[in-house]
């Protein structure tokens, strides 16, 4: 299939060029992107803070497809489930949202008694040019609660900027609580949102080797939490960008040091594990550590023979929001005995594409900002047997009579953790042996 | 009958979707067509994201992308850019275009900026139409019947010279592709040739494909789009759209004849279907479509008793809640409260007219509404079934009584797209999903575990 020419720098294939890859630009008109909008970054992170107003400003549309569209868990108050919005009107439009947008946060605020209000942007308020700071420092005055603007107008940028935008919005609850009590061994989870319960296994696992979770940024997330954040010591990122840059500021305001980790796939949980061990130089931290991956794995290697066994060799491609989320995938298959032969995301970086390229078999496909067409044409090409990505790679994989595993915002099945290897390896199980592929024509040599 | 109507300031789980979401599934039932969003990237993505989790196809929507440079300089560069690139990937012979809130503020003049392609692109262009979708302004019903309205107005023309008399017009509304493909099959059975538009019925329920298709096969053909105006007559669905329809267009155009019924859900509506298709082309009403009213009659008598005097609220797209409402006074089910994010300021005079003198008592009828206010009148209301799509769940699990899933979207079940609603044989079924939903919600509440009716 012809590639857009202005796509081509977006495209790379492991071994056959020197690696060069272009990335984080905004996507090309006309080319069906599966990237969403600033807003839709924004949404993504602060979405689980569950004891939270979030009110869209805008017309209905940006509020309504975003009502309860990810399985982010909450123990307590699921104010985040609701969908929230000023539902502008034309005679908005002329005359000004301001006014309205304040009237609803005062009835939404009374109505809910949440512990703070997000206020997001949408396109037309950054045309219409109403003052959120205005009306948002109005609202908190009055109603004791923080009451913050998410600057996150859908055109300016990309999910990337929505990132930022929801980080800026974070950094303004961190450090306005108490921190007495916590202790020297604690940190904060960032960029974990509690799909399907992950956040709990992830804080499980934390306290069974000694270390107090503070904060949950921002799965199953308190405002509370938040509030005392920066009493933690150590900050533990997982996820490509969504809260990089809210450990950067808390670095420079609050001197916390800060990791990366990802909870997918056995080998990278573990190091997570390791890592935040090794940071305490604790020696009966790291002791309990190994204690743990030991019993963990103990408990699940022995379920996974079966699948490995029945997965051996099949091929696999990736197409995923952030790119450092496809690394444990390539390991988590590689694991499984699984061939990746093409690996993609949304929002990666060049150093994220290009420690992909170093990882992956010769002939990968690693692509950037991809679109349906290509993605089928890359398919096709490569003869998958499963392909992991969201809602919206979905109908592509199953028209082409190809397996499918959710890996996304919306699934119901904890993929983090070691259980979560264990149901990763069942999911792809169950779509890869599945009689009913018997019954689509793929494009199979031999068929 | 409208007492007790909430009046909120803010919207809390909205009862409608944004107007451009309406015209791309529009486009999306019209052969060769690419929908193509004026905006910014994110509004296409959260379509599709929504249009897939209901009928489970991929939907391409196009955008022009605009980022900040553009909102400010305006995004004629980048519409341009993009429906460049949209043809020479998609190879479409049509491609709709839908403003959005963000490109009908900055004022960008689509028309001008077409006009401007036009002139300054060489090659072969495909078909462009457009419509103006601001999001503030209407619910994805303005948005769709818009969209076919500039279908309509654009493309519909006199072909070739036909002395047939066999054509005609429908113009469903947002129905399902099953109750296309039930469309089709009815008119075929009067012996029409019906131009049906938009039809979703293979484009968003496509088949397992052997290569993957650009774009999905089927939709209303072009060219019998061009001969809409010597169709013998126009059958509209619905009453709650704006004067300016595309059946209004055809008959101003050119003199083809519209009637506007309601969506033929239940033997009433369907009866006046399939009376003035009859009436069209002076044959009798096919025995088959015959045999299955009398079907229905006489499950209606099997099944009233399990039903009658059980209170409904019905809510969703306006029109659909008409049809709705119609059947379930007929089985004896009494809609309590008839709710809709639309504001035609016409569903109350027409759910008077959908139900005649079958009810004691008129429904609630609110327009402009949310889940928070018809939650809110529920819980005096007392409901005994929910009817409409998928997002009343909530509502349905907050008072513990079965939702009938209808229209779109169906986000919680498969088969959205295989729902019959209209016809003698959508009522049977219906009909069905509503009894034995009662009886599975008695049954299940029992102590006693009946295993017999």
Known sequence: MEVLKEREAQIHRTGEQPFTLTCNKDSLAGAVSQRACVFCGSRVVLYPIADALHLVHGPIGCAVYTWDIRGALSSGPELHRLSFSTDLQEIDVIFGGEKKLTNALFELIERHSPKAAFVYSTCIVGIIGDDLEAVCRQVEKETNIPVIPVKSEGFKGNKRAGYTAACNAMARLIGTGDTTGISPHSI???????????????????????????????????????????????????????????????????????????????????????????????????????????????????????????????????????????????????LLGMDVVMVGSQTGTEQEYRELAEITDPGTIIVDDTNPLELTSFLEEKVVDIFVGGVKERPIAYKLGVGFCDHNHERKEALAGFVGMLNFAEEVYSSVMSPVWRFTYQNKADR | MSKNRPNYISTTNACKLCTPLGAAIAFKGIEGAVPYLHGSQGCATYMRRYIISHFNEPIDIASSSLSEKHAVYGGGANLKLGLINVTQKYRPQLIGIATTCLTETIGDDVKMFLNQYDKEVQGEKPIMVEVGTPSYNGTHMEGFHNAVASVVDTLAGIGEEDESGDKINILPGFV??????????????????????????????????????????????????????????????????????????????????????????????????????????????????????????????????????????????????????????????????????????????????????????????????????????????????????????????????????????????????????????????????????????????????????
């Open chain 1, 188 to 334: 904060n989870i960032l960029g974990d949102f509690n799909l399907a319960g992950e956040i709990w296994m992830i804080r499980g696992y934390f306290e069974r080797i000694g270390v107090e979770v503070v904060a949950n940024i921002t799965g199953d997330g308190r405002i509370a939490d938040l509030q005392r954040a920066h009493g933690a010591a150590l900050n533990v990122v997982q996820c490509s960008g969504s809260t990089m840059d809210l450990a950067k500021m808390m670095e420079d305001d609050y001197s916390i040091p800060s990791m990366r980790v990802s909870y997918f796939g056995v080998e990278d949980m573990a190091q997570a594990l390791y890592d935040v061990a090794e940071h305490f130089k604790d020696p009966e931290m790291l002791a309990k550590t190994q204690q743990l991956v030991k019993e963990e794995l103990e408990k699940l290697l022995p379920k996974l023979e079966f699948y490995k066994k029945a997965l051996n060799g099949k091929k696999a491609a990736i197409y995923v929001g952030g790119s450092f989320k496809a690394f444990s995938l390539v390991k988590a298959f590689r």
């Open chain 2, 176 to 453: 399902s592709p099953a109750d296309i493909r039930y469309l089709k099959e009815v008119t075929e059975d009067f012996t029409l040739k019906a131009t049906i538009l938009p039809d979703i019925s293979d484009t968003m329920d496509g088949q397992a494909a052997k290569t993957y298709e650009k774009i999905q096969p089927g939709g209303t053909p072009l060219v019998s789009i061009a001969d809409m105006g010597s169709g013998i007559g126009s059958i509209e669905f619905g009453h709650t759209m704006s004067e300016q329809s595309g059946g209004a267009i055809l008959e101003k155009k050119f003199s083809v004849k519209n009637r506007r019924i309601s969506q033929p859900m239940g033997i009433r509506a369907s009866d006046r279907l399939f009376d003035h298709l009859a009436a069209l082309t002076g044959l009798p009403i096919p025995e088959k479509h015959k045999a299955e009213r009398g079907r229905l009659v006489d499950s209606y008598v099997d099944g009233h008793k399990y039903i009658y005097g059980k209170k409904a609220i019905v809510y969703g797209e306006e029109d659909m809640v008409v049809g709705l409402t119609g059947f379930l006074a007929e089985i004896g089910v009494m809609p309590i409260l008839c709710a809709s994010g639309g504001k035609s300021k016409k569903l109350a005079e027409k759910i008077a007219e959908a139900t005649g003198d079958l009810l004691p008592e008129q429904p609630q009828v609110h327009e402009g509404m949310d889940f928070y206010d018809i939650s809110e009148l529920a819980e005096s209301l007392g409901p005994d079934l929910l009817v409409g799509h998928s997002k009343g769940y909530p509502l349905a699990q907050k008072l513990s009584i079965p939702l009938i899933r209808v229209g779109f979207p169906i986000h919680d079940r498969m088969g959205g797209q295989r729902i019959l609603h209209i016809g003698y044989r959508g009522a049977q079924q219906l009909f069905d999903l509503v009894v034995n939903a009662c009886i599975a919600k008695k049954q299940s509440d029992s102590p006693i575990g009946y295993s017999y009716m």
